[in-house]
T-cell receptor, first 113, second 115 residues
Framework: GDSVTQMEGPVTLSEEAFLTINCTYT??????LFWYVQYPGEGLQLLLK?????DKGSNKGFEATYRKETTSFHLEKGSVQVSDSAVYFC????????????FGTGTRLKVLA | EAGVTQFPSHSVIEKGQTVTLRCDPI?????LYWYRRVMGKEIKFLLH????????ESGMPNNRFLAERTGGTYSTLKVQPAELEDSGVYFC?????????????FGSGTRLTVV
């Protein structure tokens, strides 16, 4: 079945460091891919998405490119801030129902000033 | 507009007790979803309502879980009787369209601890 694998956290970085959070997936067909973020005390928020191969999603300085050949959707940011501290979830649209997501386990990011 | 609201934010109950979680979706959103994250693992789909009808409840773990959405507005998720493995964070989400490509609005979750 469909699945998402994320790098385990926590990831601890200094402010202005470069961020990469790895995400790979297994799916039949061509799912859409997403990154959601959960800031402390808040709900999950859609950060960015890509709906087809080679698409690049971007938002708030974060980027991720849909790589079909490597079945990956790694999240990157060139210079993180303390306010980026949160839990990041990679997800895909389930091929068994376009109304539901398959999520990864989440990666906690802590950015130190 | 108000977001998706979940009550309570935290609940601690003893094994064997009953707990009811509530979700108030964004007004006008016909689609409502429940998800659960257990012990830092992946967030898993539980079920999907369209208005008051259950469209897909394939993710419900067992018959101790009962979800309702009377009148197509707010939804409740009852766990009876609760077991230790039910501990986790329960998320609710809503959307106008039942297509995840557009993204859903999630609530901040209810953290359930069964002791």
């Amino acid at each position: 079945g469909d699945s998402v694998t994320q790098m385990e956290g926590p990831v601890t970085l200094s402010e202005e460091a470069f961020l990469t959070i790895n995400c790979t997936y297994t799916a039949t067909g061509y799912p859409s891919l997403f990154w959601y973020v959960q800031y402390p005390g808040e709900g999950l928020q859609l950060l960015l998405k890509a709906t087809k191969a080679d698409d690049k999603g971007s938002n708030k300085g974060f980027e991720a490119t849909y790589r079909k050949e490597t079945t990956s959707f790694h999240l990157e940011k060139g210079s993180v801030q303390v306010s980026d501290s949160a839990v990041y979830f990679c997800a895909l649209t389930s091929t068994s129902g376009t109304y539901k997501y398959i999520f990864g386990t989440g990666t906690r990011l802590k950015v130190l000033a | 507009e108000a977001g998706v609201t979940q009550f309570p934010s935290h609940s601690v109950i003893e094994k064997g007790q009953t707990v009811t979680l509530r979700c108030d979706p964004i007004s006008g959103h016909d689609n409502l979803y429940w998800y659960r994250r257990v012990m830092g693992k992946e967030i898993k789909f539980l079920l999907h309502f369209v208005k008051e009808s259950k469209q897909d409840e394939s993710g419900m773990p067992n018959n101790r879980f009962l979800a309702e959405r009377t009148g197509g507005t707010y939804s409740t998720l009852k766990v009876q009787p609760a077991e230790l493995e039910d501990s986790g964070v329960y998320f609710c989400a809503s959307s106008q369209r039942g297509i995840s490509n557009y993204g859903y609005t999630f609530g901040s979750g209810t953290r359930l601890t069964v002791v």
